[in-house]
Antibody
C-alpha cells in the first residue's frame, strides 16, 4: 500500500537548520508531486511548498522563500525538506503529502526552544 | 490570517446535517478545485473530498462537497460522534502561493 514514512523528532537550537526526510513506497515515486505542510501547536495547516520528484523542480510559499529547500533522491524514493535559520516560531509538526494530498506522512515534530 | 476563510467552529447533534463553509477569491476557489481534509486529534490530516465533490474510496457518502463561484461547502449528514474533528479546505491559487488552506473549523458533536 502507499506509504510515506518520515524521519524522527528533532530538537534544534535557534539559528540552526533541520532536514526532514519522507520515504515513499507503494507507488511510482516520480509520478506524483509532493507537498510539505506544517502545523504549529494548536494552529491550522500551513502549506510550505511542493516538489516534482521527477524533475526536481520546486515551488515555495512566499513566506519560506530563501529559508526552505526541498530535494529528492530518486534512487531511494526519498524526499527532503530543509529549513534554515530556525526560530521558536518554527516549532511545529511537519508533514509530507502526496499528489492531491491524498496520502500523508505521520508527521515529524521539530522543536526550537526559545 | 488564512487566504481561505472558514468559521472557527461548528456543532451539531447526532443524526443532524451540518455544513462548513469556505470562502476564497477568483484566484483560488473561483478558478481551481477545492479539497477538504479531516484531522482527528493527534493524527495526520485525511483527504475527504477532492476536485470539489469527489470522494476517495472509503469515505462515507455522508460527506459531500459543493462549490459556487468563490465559495465552497462541506456537508456532513447523519452526524456521528466520530465526526468530531478539525476540517480544512484547500485550493490551488494562481497568486503568490500555489496552494492555500483555510484556517480550519472545529466540529463538535453535542
Amino acid at each position: 500500500q502507499v506509504q510515506l514514512l518520515q524521519s524522527g523528532a528533532e530538537v534544534k537550537k535557534p539559528g540552526a537548520s533541520v532536514k526532514v526526510s519522507c520515504k515513499a513506497s507503494g507507488y511510482s515515486f516520480t509520478t506524483y508531486y509532493m507537498h510539505w505542510v506544517r502545523q504549529a501547536p494548536g494552529q491550522g495547516l500551513e502549506w510550505m511548498g511542493i516538489i516534482n520528484p521527477g524533475g526536481g523542480t520546486t515551488s515555495y510559499a512566499q513566506k519560506f522563500q530563501g529559508r526552505v529547500t526541498m530535494t529528492r533522491d530518486t534512487s531511494t524514493s526519498t524526499l527532503y525538506m530543509e529549513l534554515s535559520s530556525l526560530r521558536s516560531e518554527d516549532t511545529a509538526v511537519y508533514y509530507c503529502a502526496k499528489g492531491n494530498m491524498d496520502v500523508w506522512g505521520q508527521g515529524t515534530t521539530v522543536t526550537v526552544p526559545s | 490570517q488564512s487566504v481561505l476563510t472558514q468559521p472557527p467552529s461548528a456543532s451539531g447533534t447526532p443524526g443532524q446535517r451540518v455544513t462548513i463553509s469556505c470562502s476564497g477569491s477568483a484566484s483560488n476557489i473561483g478558478t481551481n478545485y477545492i479539497y477538504w481534509y479531516q484531522q482527528l486529534p493527534g493524527t495526520a490530516p485525511k483527504l475527504l473530498i477532492y476536485r470539489n465533490n469527489e470522494r476517495p474510496s472509503g469515505v462515507p457518502d455522508r460527506f459531500s462537497g459543493s462549490k459556487s463561484g468563490t465559495s465552497a461547502s462541506l456537508a456532513i449528514s447523519g452526524l456521528r460522534s466520530e465526526d468530531e474533528a478539525d476540517y480544512y479546505c484547500a485550493a490551488w491559487d494562481d497568486g503568490l502561493s500555489p496552494v492555500v488552506f483555510g484556517g480550519g473549523t472545529k466540529l463538535t458533536v453535542l
